[in-house]
């Protein structure tokens, strides 16, 4: 028998429905629209609201898929989508991940790592690992960026994340990059991390390994806040250089380190320059996608 509306249980409906996210049952929805007390009305928006953030959350995820949808029509399902994290701080190496997911599997709320919380990625991290096709990650050292710059350390970390993939991948999809020495076929995409789900994925693998690195790096040198900036160019990270100098994993070809060891800046060759210009020749290339 229908229990009356002015008898539903309101505390419990909210608990199950609202603070737990369950499914509203069709005739518990029916009651509470007829019932007329301020906790029924609250419950009911709380539920129109979800649905909205889930159907908005559907669309997104499939304009994420448009690239990978484009290639799955040609037959081709080993898609690896391929970004680098930690291009821009003092310390630490380059972490690029690759990832091939399985064709149609998607989760809710994988977006470019950048926008999401710690919280988020590492949550979504462990979805991406356990339901991928393969994944794999590549790391350059703070040594190996000195030598080669790092521009060409980025595109070193994520040839060595392609190649640890296994089974190997038909296709990549990268974000903003071309790796003119792997022989598979690619796609260049101008912010990929927020257009692609796989590259989206990638980005999330490459910034939680990163992140776990220099969370390591943080006990074996004190005093630096690597746990907190990740190594990344913040007044707390600059301040530490002034006060204890630079450590073995600071970057030598870095300004800021180098002024810090108290040596003479480091010519624009060390970071690519001429390699970067290159790439921004190429955005033209029909291969190298930009869109909003």
Not at 46 to 71: M, P, S, T
Not at 79 to 94: F, T
Not at 281 to 289: E, G, H, I, M, S
Request: hydrophobic share 45%.
């Amino acid at each position: 028998m229908a229990i009356p509306a002015d008898k539903l249980p309101l505390a419990d409906l909210r608990r199950k429905y609202v603070d737990e996210g369950r499914a509203l049952p069709q005739d518990i929805e029916a009651a509470l629209r007829v019932d007329t007390r301020g906790a029924a009305k609250a419950i009911l928006a709380a539920v129109d609201k979800r649905r909205r953030a889930n159907r908005a959350e559907g669309q997104r995820l499939r304009h994420l898929f448009r690239f990978e949808q484009e290639i799955w029509s040609t037959g081709i399902t080993r898609i690896a989508g391929v970004d680098e994290a930690g291009m821009s701080p003092l310390a630490g190496p380059v972490v690029a991940g690759a990832v091939i997911l399985p064709v149609g599997w998607r989760h809710a709320g994988v977006d470019d790592s950048k926008k999401l919380t710690a919280e988020e990625r590492t949550h979504l991290a462990v979805q991406i690992r356990a339901n991928a096709v393969a994944w794999g990650v590549g790391i350059v050292s703070p040594e190996e960026i000195d030598r080669i710059n790092i521009y060409r350390a980025g595109l070193l970390a994520m040839k060595r994340a392609v190649e640890a993939l296994g089974p190997a991948p038909e296709h990549l999809l990268i974000d903003a990059r071309k790796l003119a020495d792997v022989a598979i076929p690619q796609k260049s995409i101008i912010h990929g991390d927020e257009l692609s789900f796989s590259i989206a994925a990638a980005s999330i693998i490459a910034k939680t390994t990163r992140d776990g690195i220099m969370i390591g790096y943080d006990q074996e040198h004190p005093g630096y806040g690597f746990a907190r900036h990740k190594g990344y160019p913040v007044p707390e990270h600059y301040a530490a250089l002034d006060r204890l100098g630079a450590c073995a994993i600071h970057r030598r070809s870095f300004g800021p380190v180098r002024k810090a060891l108290g040596l003479d800046p480091v010519q624009i060759e060390m970071f690519g320059m001429s390699e970067m210009l290159e790439d921004e020749a190429a955005l033209a290339d029909p291969d190298v996608t930009s869109e909003a």
